[in-house]
């Protein structure tokens, strides 16, 4: 399966056989390991297609991407739903359960064909506000996005309709014992590490100005390798806390506690599950941390928190075996520094100083933080653990603090078994996948208050002792929340 890490059309997995016809090439009588090889190495290759799907239908997605981000701003979200054009969402709510009922075909003879609903209304109930350039146009040139739209539908995974209230999700977590977690930068925002594409306030938005072609390129292994100033001109944007974590790290270190975690996968590269007390072996981090820091040159790794102090100061940490290798030999395979090298330097990294700064040194690598780069393959835990151990273990699945916008993680909900209920807490609900609760507020509040209707103490400094917490229902949708923490005079915290 192709795991390297990226957005839908940039991430792959490690290297590993995978063959959807793995049980044809068996012998007459099989040993039940091999039985269990062939069905990991199957269960592999539905994944591994999954992920290139995905990545094979971005082409199409990314063009009507902004369509999909003005969906937040639509009158959906508003009481009054006065726009004719727009299903009210239980209107689409129903509508999008008649589509799997009673199939495309039927389902477009019914609304559309006989003249109940509008290509471009019918693109409502699916999260799709008509782009503007179709704007005037007759009602069959919105077919075609209808028909995509249909199809992105029933690729989802159905939401569970017995699953609704804030208590069906707290019952669901007390009665679980094997529970997977998808975790992203949302359950540390609270530190002040930000997350990455929150418009305004994540990395990528300020990162523009270094001038790249995509703020990803910030992570991109080529680019790393090609001129590793432009990481660390960042890296201590992003650089941990060694002594801190948040209640929503405590959380899921309370969920071991208490024998229900089954796997941790964590997108985060902060390292602090392992600070909050969650075992290594529960924990996935699909994208590497700054737990370890290995050379490019020559493989050296050492403890990640001894490059901290070089990181922060805006330093380039270089290997300190290779140095060794280099004042061994007398520094013999130094090289003065060409020109345009040196200009390209000074753009990247004005502040970096150094007692050769006027020398190229090949001799000498550079330790990068084992965070998983674009290009780069995913760890073969991931796969290894996701199909030979957890989807035939797994009984809840917990989504926190993730848009879930990156492959091959964001593909784990719609590859899990779709009888095991799903539960997502974030600030803001997603499109594109179907869960069957939505929690949604800051991930601290929204587990303290589960912690508290659990019985649970959720003991940390950053809960505010008799912190009262609001629950109210979205109107319109019967399993989305909304949490809000309350201030010690009554008024809503900001």
Same mark, same amino acid.
């Given at each position: ?16 056989? &995978?063959?959807v016809? @793995? ?11 091999q039985?269990?090889? !062939?069905a990991?190495?199957? /269960?592999? @290759?539905?994944? $591994?297609? %999954? ?7 971005? $082409?199409?997605?990314? =063009? ?17 739903y006065?726009?004719p054009?727009?299903?009210?969402p ?10 799997r ?20 209304k ?8 008509p ?5 005037? !146009?007759?009602?069959? @040139? ?31 977590i007390? #009665?679980?014992?094997?529970?997977i ?17 929150s ?12 001038? =790249?072609? *995509? ?64 075992? #290594? ?23 990640g ?7 922060? /100061? ?20 130094? %090289? ?9 330097r000074?753009?990247?990294? !004005? ?28 760890? *073969? ?6 199909t ?5 273990k797994v009984?809840?699945?917990i ?9 091959p993680v ?15 807490i974030?600030?803001?609900?997603? &499109? ?7 929690? =949604? ?7 303290? $208050? ?17 912190? %009262?917490i ?7 949708? %019967?399993s ?6 309350q ?8």
């Amino acid at each position: 399966m192709n795991t390297k890490r990226g957005a839908a059309k940039g991430v792959s997995l490690a290297k590993r056989k &995978s063959n959807v016809n @793995a049980f044809d090439k068996l012998g007459e009588n099989p040993t039940a390991q091999q039985l269990k090889d !062939a069905a990991a190495t199957v /269960a592999l @290759a539905e994944l $591994e297609e %999954r992920v290139a799907d995905v990545r094979d239908s971005w $082409e199409t997605d990314s =063009l009507f991407e902004d369509a999909f981000e003005d969906l937040s701003a639509n009158p959906l979200a508003t009481p009054e739903y006065s726009d004719p054009e727009v299903c009210t969402p239980e209107e689409a709510s129903r509508l999008r359960r008649e589509l799997r009922e009673l199939g495309p075909s039927v389902f477009c003879q019914r609304t559309v064909d006989a003249g109940r609903y509008t290509a471009k209304k019918l693109l409502s109930a699916f999260g799709i506000r008509p782009p503007a350039f179709l704007d005037g !146009a007759d009602d069959e @040139a919105y077919f075609s996005l209808l028909s995509l739209a249909i199809t992105r539908e029933l690729s989802k995974r159905a939401k569970l309709s017995r699953y609704n209230t804030v208590d069906d999700a707290v019952e669901l977590i007390a #009665k679980s014992k094997n529970i997977i977690l998808l975790t992203g930068a949302g359950i540390s925002t609270s530190l002040g590490i930000p997350d990455f594409r929150s418009k305004g306030t994540g990395l990528y938005s300020k990162l523009e100005h270094l001038g =790249l072609n *995509d703020p990803q390129e910030v992570f991109d292994i080529d680019v790393f390798r090609q001129d590793p100033t432009i990481f660390y001109t960042v890296a201590k944007d992003i650089l941990p806390e060694t002594d801190r974590y948040t209640p929503t790290h405590k959380f899921i270190a309370m969920l071991n506690e208490r024998g229900k975690l089954l796997t941790n996968y964590s997108q985060n590269i902060d390292n602090l599950e392992i600070k909050a007390g969650v075992p #290594k072996e529960k924990l996935i981090q699909c994208h590497g941390s700054f737990g370890t820091a290995t050379c490019v040159q020559c493989g050296y790794q050492m403890i990640g928190d001894k490059l901290f102090p070089d990181i922060k /100061a805006g330093k380039i940490p270089r290997c300190p075996r290779c140095i060794q290798t280099v004042r061994a030999t007398g520094g013999a395979n130094k %090289r003065k520094r060409s020109a345009g090298a040196e200009k390209k330097r000074r753009r990247w990294s !004005a502040d970096e100083s150094s007692d050769d700064s006027e020398y190229d040194m090949p001799s000498v690598g550079v330790m990068k933080p084992d965070i998983t780069f674009f290009g780069e393959a995913l760890p *073969d835990e991931f796969s290894r653990r996701l199909t030979e151990n957890d989807r035939d273990k797994v009984d809840l699945v917990i989504v926190i603090g993730t848009s879930l916008k990156v492959t091959p993680v964001s593909e784990i909900v719609s590859w899990l078994p779709s009888h095991v209920p799903q539960v997502y807490i974030s600030r803001q609900a997603v &499109s594109h996948i179907n869960f069957d609760i939505d929690l =949604l507020g800051d991930c601290d509040v929204v587990v303290a $208050e589960l912690c508290r209707r659990l019985g649970w103490p959720l003991k940390h400094d950053m809960v505010p002792k008799g912190q %009262r917490i609001d629950v109210s229902t979205e109107d319109g949708f %019967r399993s989305r929340h909304m949490f809000e923490a309350q201030a010690k005079n009554g008024t809503k915290q900001a």
